[in-house]
């Protein structure tokens, strides 16, 4: 099972059956800060990250998040 949540914020979590169960939260708004997976395309991530303070930090949630989406459409 897995749930996810996009919203003002993104975030994962699943349920890891080797651990009896256990509901394990991926926090992955920060996912691949690197930028080997997921880089910036689109020239709306890029001035978004660009107009963002925390610059070149939480890329896939820039992409995904509804916090974002408003700020793209103006």
Known sequence: MIGIIIGTGTNAAYVEPTKSNEVINIEWGNFDAVQQCLPRV?????????????????????????????EICR
């Open 42 to 70: 689109l020239e709306t991530d890029i001035a978004m990250d660009e107009y963002c303070t925390n610059k070149g930090e939480y890329l896939a949630e820039k992409m995904l998040s509804g916090m974002y989406v408003g």
